[in-house]
């Protein structure tokens, strides 16, 4: 059974820092490209980070580049990703996902059309 097991959210004011983790359990996480994706209070989905199968090439939406970094270490099957000078719009559910093929080139498509698994997810929430 295919587990992404998010950790590491809570609450945290403006200007500050959290480290979000994704264990990953039930499959060869690393054969797949692996992704961030969140969702804010009355809004849609949106892809926040991916990162390459070896953890070389990442990418960021624009709303997030130069704040968060994502890595992974394929030894410990997880994935993480680092969110520096946070701002009240980051505060979401943060979903840890990775397409049911792992052939798949999901980044930017609508989500939720996507054949993917997810996590559970975890809150974030920028506030003061």
């Known amino acids: 059974e295919v587990q992404l097991v998010e950790s590491g959210g809570g609450l945290v004011q403006p200007g500050g820092s959290l480290r979000l983790s994704c264990a990953a359990s039930g499959f060869t996480a690393s054969t797949h490209r692996m992704y961030w994706v969140r969702q804010a209070p009355g809004k849609g989905f949106e892809w926040v980070s991916a990162i390459s199968i070896r953890g070389t090439i990442p990418t960021y939406a624009d709303s997030v580049k130069g704040r968060f970094t994502i890595s992974r270490d394929n030894a410990k099957n997880t994935v993480y990703l680092q969110m520096n000078s946070l701002k009240p719009d980051d505060t979401a559910v943060y979903h840890c996902?990775?397409?049911?093929?792992?052939?798949?080139?999901?980044?930017?498509?609508?989500?939720?059309?996507?054949?993917?698994?997810w996590g559970q997810g975890t809150q974030v929430t920028v506030s003061s």
């Open positions: 996902v990775t397409p049911v093929d792992p052939l798949a080139r999901v980044w930017g498509v609508v989500v939720e059309t996507a054949q993917l698994y």
